[in-house]
């Protein structure tokens, strides 16, 4: 069964730092691209990064850039998001995303992992 | 950055009943737009990818068309399960990849 499993949210602090995981099984993981999107109680989705299959490329939304780092270990089949400098609005449910073999969609999600910045 | 407006907000409509949501970019995207679903609570499900193309599983009832700026989701006949929120997403001119706002499908 194709799944990703993300995990790392929790409570945390204004300026504060968390590392998010995304657990990936039932695919050659090496092979896509895969993102992050979050969503805000209550709001929309927001894309907020991509990482290519290789790490070659890799691309942030300007309301995370310089403050959050996307990476990978395709060994591990595991991508990772690590967030510095947290402010409240980063609070949401955080989803990895994998693209899709057009790479114009997002075809597996995760469940999310729930972030709040909070004091 | 490209916005997609999506139209209406809220669709209140019945079972068997026939569905139109409406996504308008700010400028064209050529086919690649993308139409999601999610329920509360979870996470968000991939219907229409490249405008068109059913993804893997979706049933039939469900078909997108449009390109360039204007979109359409159509749903033929309601199911009950169909009640939800949908978005639609670019990816014609990113980063960064950005969504529409939703249209929540309620029950009348």
Known sequence: ?119 | EIVLTQSPATLSLSPGERATLSCRASQSVSSYLAWYQQKPGQAPRLLIYDASNRATGIPARFSGSGSGTDFTLTISSLEPEDFAVYYCQQRSNWPPATFGQGTKLEIK
Do not use: H
Request: proline share 2%; charged share 15%; hydrophobic share 35%.
């Open chain 1, 1 to 119: 069964e194709v799944q990703l499993v993300e995990s790392g949210g929790g409570l945390v602090k204004p300026g504060g730092s968390l590392r998010l995981s995304c657990a990936a099984s039932g695919f050659t993981f090496s092979s896509y691209s895969m993102n992050w999107v979050r969503q805000a109680p209550g709001k929309g989705l927001e894309w907020v990064s991509s990482i290519s299959s290789s790490s070659s490329y890799i691309y942030y939304a300007d309301s995370v850039k310089g403050r959050f780092t996307i990476s990978r270990d395709n060994a591990k089949n595991s991508l990772y998001l690590q967030m510095n400098s947290l402010r409240a609005e980063d609070t949401a449910v955080y989803y990895c995303a994998r693209d899709g073999d057009s790479n114009t969609a997002f075809d597996i999600w995760g469940q999310g992992t729930m972030v709040t910045v909070s004091s």
